[in-house]
């Protein structure tokens, strides 16, 4: 039993080893490379600077590539195992699929661990340390609305973009405070433009398919009332509105080092939850950071999950070919990552519950991997 259990892990590492190699390279190419191509080509960083940022780099592409790699490795072992009859050959001796198949399912739970720390910890930190190296070049107060994070470098205001594609904004939140710190006004719109208008020191927001709230009680607009800022007076009334375009102007001051702060999906486990604090004292939506605190615990079992499903995934293949194992693999991914990207389109959304959903494809496979795999241990009866 011992010679199996290492033949089947010598096997499934073996594989893992090289595929966490060929699915790092792909994501270098196609996204790590992307911040600092440019400046390379114009001569504006080093080689030496390039490879510090990779290696920066190297945990967050780790936390994608772990488990896309663990998911081909077992769809290719076990579809190879499958399709020259070893399987049948064990279970012929005596041996369950399952007490043959426990190392790997113990491999998946050590993955997930080892996904959790770098998820939680390891690739935020690691993330703005490549981003810190980097540094930033731009003055433009526009590029401070980095989609994702809390902004609030313009005076008594906070502000959260879900999207940005240069000018254009989608999923807008604006929340106006007094110089009390107690809010007072709030503006979440659709989509949007934002333009710089430098002489007059301000950047300008047009607004589409906006809901405008706003206080209308006189602590809002009067003096000091002894409220600790953030308290809500019992008489506060809201006045809505919802208007097709709005237009709202917002001063800006020095541009600097806030360029480097990062947004909800850089942040380590412990400062989503200290933005958590701060955005409920601002009684500002916490949805976005809901679903990240989420997303990143979530994502930590994709391992477990990718095992217990490609598992019988692999041996119903019944395959030797490499090429249908990693097109099974990148299916079955393609609909674990599709799904959390739909959650996270959603993560302004409060009515939808995108930090619910985002666990949803952890739950099906789960769920599901045992019981294929139950199939598949009955199918080696037969």
């Not at 709202?248 to 939850?273: N, W």
Request: with cysteine; charged share 15%; aromatic share 10%.
């Amino acid at each position: 039993m011992r010679t199996l259990h290492f033949y089947l892990l010598q096997q499934v590492l073996t594989v893992l080893a090289a595929a966490i190699g060929v699915f790092v390279g792909v994501l270098l190419l196609g996204n790590a490379l992307k911040d600092i191509l440019a400046l390379l080509v114009n001569q504006q960083i080093s080689i030496a600077i390039v490879i510090k940022v990779l290696l920066f780099q190297l945990p967050w592409l780790l936390s994608f590539a772990v488990p896309l790699a663990i998911l081909a490795a077992v769809l290719l072992v076990f579809g190879r195992l499958s399709a020259d009859q070893e399987l049948t050959a064990i279970h012929s001796g005596g041996i369950s699929l399952t007490g043959f198949a426990w190392p790997v399912l113990a491999v998946g739970l050590a993955a997930s661990l080892i996904s959790g720390w770098i998820n939680l910890d390891l690739a935020p930190r690691c993330r703005i340390a490549s981003k810190q190296v980097i540094g930033s070049l731009a003055t433009d107060p526009v590029d401070l609305l980095v989609p994702g994070r809390y902004i609030r470098e313009f005076p008594q205001w906070t502000i959260y973009v879900a999207d940005k594609d240069g000018d254009l904004l989608k999923g807008v939140l604006l929340y106006r405070y007094d110089e009390h710190g107690r809010l007072v006004q709030r503006l979440q719109a659709a989509t949007g433009e934002v333009r710089l208008q430098s002489g007059a020191g301000t950047v300008e927001f047009t607004l589409r398919k906006v809901q405008f709230y706003w206080r209308s009680d006189t602590a809002a607009e009067g003096g000091d009332t002894g409220r600790v800022a953030g308290d809500e007076p019992a008489e506060t009334v809201w006045e809505t509105m919802l208007s097709g375009e709005h237009r709202e102007r917002l001063a800006f001051g020095r541009v600097g080092d806030q360029l480097i702060k990062p947004d909800l999906s850089e942040m380590t486990y412990g400062q989503l939850l200290t933005e958590l604090q701060q955005v409920r004292q601002e009684n500002a939506d916490d949805t976005p950071i809901v679903f990240h605190l989420h997303r990143q615990v979530a994502s930590s079992f994709a391992c477990f999950g990718f095992v217990l499903i490609g598992m019988p995934l692999g041996i119903r293949a019944h395959r030797r070919e490499t090429s249908v194992g990693l097109a099974l693999a990148l299916a079955v991914a393609l609909i674990y990552y599709a799904f959390q990207a739909f959650a996270q389109s959603l993560d302004t959304n409060a009515a939808a519950h995108p930090h619910l959903l985002v666990w949803l494809p952890n739950f099906v496979f789960i769920g599901l991997g045992p019981w294929l795999f139950w199939r598949a241990n009955r199918g080696l009866h037969s």
